[in-house]
């Protein structure tokens, strides 16, 4: 892709990725999972059945499509159909539930939604309860099941063109987590994620040889640019696994001769804790590349000792599309960095006046560049607040060495990261004092072995709340469950008489001990 040309106005579309690598390699397979195989050929085809569906369904140009399913290989089908005709996905975690829903599906204000059957009730839940908050007719939900959705792609027509979608056009909404407790939808643009995507192919070297492994789920920005677009942009074949499981990914590495293992901290220590390690060839795999979340060094000298394959670490967000630093192959490599700023990212250290930091100096990690997002969808106080002066302001406390590595130190909010999700306290501590024996509660992170980081809520109980509170801990820990995300809601609920609270009578989440 020549930067220099690139404008704004310039036509281009993701989708194009497909119909290139379906002409180049049509019998190639595109996308694996167990004994489904779909080859470049095949993909392109149903990516034009669901262009057909969104026509026949009136959606345009610019309209959004809600996609809410797991790894399956109907997913990336349904993505390049979107984007083929000229729409903009919104991709969803499965997990979400019907109150989460509703809010993705009334501020994107999509005009359709893609979700897969064993989610489909929370999301015609959610799409009902978005009705009923905006005063807008329920969007309609199209079941991604097995042979009734094939056979309702099979009676669409086939669009075999692609939309004439522009460089500067949006094409992704991807809905991150906010201090409010008001998910953002980042938008990312055609030109944001093809650049990315060409980053990715380069750092990796991924050829149509290649063989990646498909455990990042493909609704979070890491799986979707580094996974799915850098496999169709390079013919390679991309092996799904819809949740993960060490024993079942080490048994792909095998069957599928993996080359290239993509995974979040977890996954890594994973496969590494695994009995089956031992007896599994992992020989074919070239190197494996680790986000999301910090990466223990340990883990990082284990896995090039035990798969003998160098592990690559890096940085980004949802709204930089998202690799933005990287340990290289071809580059410095520093245990415990996030590597050096990426070909076509500007990155920065800041201090409180957006001010550049001397050297080794903490500061707020600022990124400029082609990979940075256009904007919050309809959120422009947002969009300011992150991006000033052409610099996205990403939260993360950061340092730079004299050979231009950064180092992550610390976390500027009070984000959590639980096994490479972001987990924002304020959504969850608004859940929590929905219960009514709760009069207040304060969620923190805490270091744990396996996900990164452990939820942990701490609560002050009402004065008429009686009983045991080991079973009410439990009782409120349920009550969270049941209406967060799996990945939201805490796993310890410790119960207090009160919190620590400063002058103004704001808790002080420093000074909480769990």
Not at 98 to 117: D, G, I, K, P, Q
Not at 147 to 162: K, P, R, T, Y
Not at 192 to 218: A, Y
Not at 499 to 505: A, F
């Amino acid at each position: 892709m020549n930067d220099v040309a690139v404008s704004p106005l310039d036509p281009m579309n993701v989708a194009s990725m497909l119909t290139a690598s379906a002409a180049a390699f049509p019998d190639r397979t595109a996308i694996k999972m167990d004994e489904a195989e779909l080859s470049y050929a095949a993909l392109d085809r149903l990516s034009q059945k669901v262009a057909g569906l969104l026509a026949a369904k009136g959606v345009k140009r610019g309209d959004r499509v809600a996609l809410i399913c797991p790894n399956l290989p109907q997913m990336p089908a349904i993505f390049y159909g979107v984007l083929r005709a000229g729409g903009i996905v919104v991709p969803m975690n499965p997990l979400l539930k019907s109150r989460e829903v509703a809010y993705h599906l009334a501020n994107s204000e999509a005009s359709l939604a893609f979700a897969w059957e064993g989610v489909a009730a929370e999301v015609l839940a959610g799409a009902a309860r978005a009705a009923e908050d905006s005063g807008r007719d329920p969007i309609e939900v199209v079941t991604i099941d097995g042979a009734g959705f094939l056979a309702l792609l099979d009676a669409s027509a086939a669009i075999a063109e692609v939309a004439d979608t522009l460089a500067g056009d949006t094409a992704v909404v991807l809905y991150t987590s906010g201090t409010t407790g008001k998910p953002k939808g980042a938008e990312l643009t055609h030109y944001n994620l093809l650049s990315n995507c060409e980053l990715s192919v380069d750092m990796f070297k991924i050829t149509e040889q290649d063989v990646i492994f498909g455990g990042l789920p493909l609704f979070h920005i890491f799986g979707l640019t580094c996974g799915l677009n850098s496999a169709v942009r390079t013919g390679a074949c991309l092996t799904l696994l819809p949740r993960f499981d060490p024993a079942k990914a080490l048994e792909i590495i095998q069957r599928d001769q993996v080359t290239i293992f993509m995974g979040v901290p977890t996954m890594h220590i994973g496969i590494l804790r695994c009995p089956d390690l031992d007896r599994t060839d992992v020989s074919t795999i070239r190197h494996g590349v680790s986000g999301g979340s910090a990466l223990p060094l340990e883990v990082l000298r284990e896995f090039e000792s035990r798969i003998q394959a160098t592990l690559l670490e890096g940085y980004g967000l949802s709204e930089t599309s998202p690799a933005v630093s990287f340990n290289q192959l071809d580059g410095v490599r520093k245990a415990g960095s996030v590597g050096q700023a990426c070909p076509g990212a500007d990155l920065a250290v800041f201090d409180e006046n957006d001010v550049e930091v001397p050297l080794g100096e903490v500061g707020e990690l600022v990124v400029g560049g082609k990979y940075v997002m256009k904007g919050y969808w309809r959120n422009p106080e947002a969009t300011a607040l992150a991006i000033r002066d052409g610099w996205f302001h990403t939260g993360d406390m950061a340092r730079k060495d004299e050979d231009g590595v950064y180092f992550i130190v610390d976390r500027k909010k009070d984000m959590i990261l639980r096994g490479g999700y972001n987990v924002y306290p304020r959504e969850v501590e608004e859940v929590l004092y929905e219960h009514p024996a709760v009069a207040e509660a304060a969620v923190v992170g805490r270091p744990d072995e396996v996900h990164g980081e452990e939820i942990y809520a701490v609560v002050g109980i009402k004065a008429e709340a009686v009983g045991d509170h080991a079973a009410l801990a439990e009782e409120i820990k349920e009550f969270a469950k049941e209406r967060l995300a799996a990945y939201k809601y805490p796993r310890h609920v410790l119960i207090v008489d009160s919190l620590p609270k400063g002058p103004t009578g704001k808790i002080l989440k420093r000074e909480i001990q769990v």
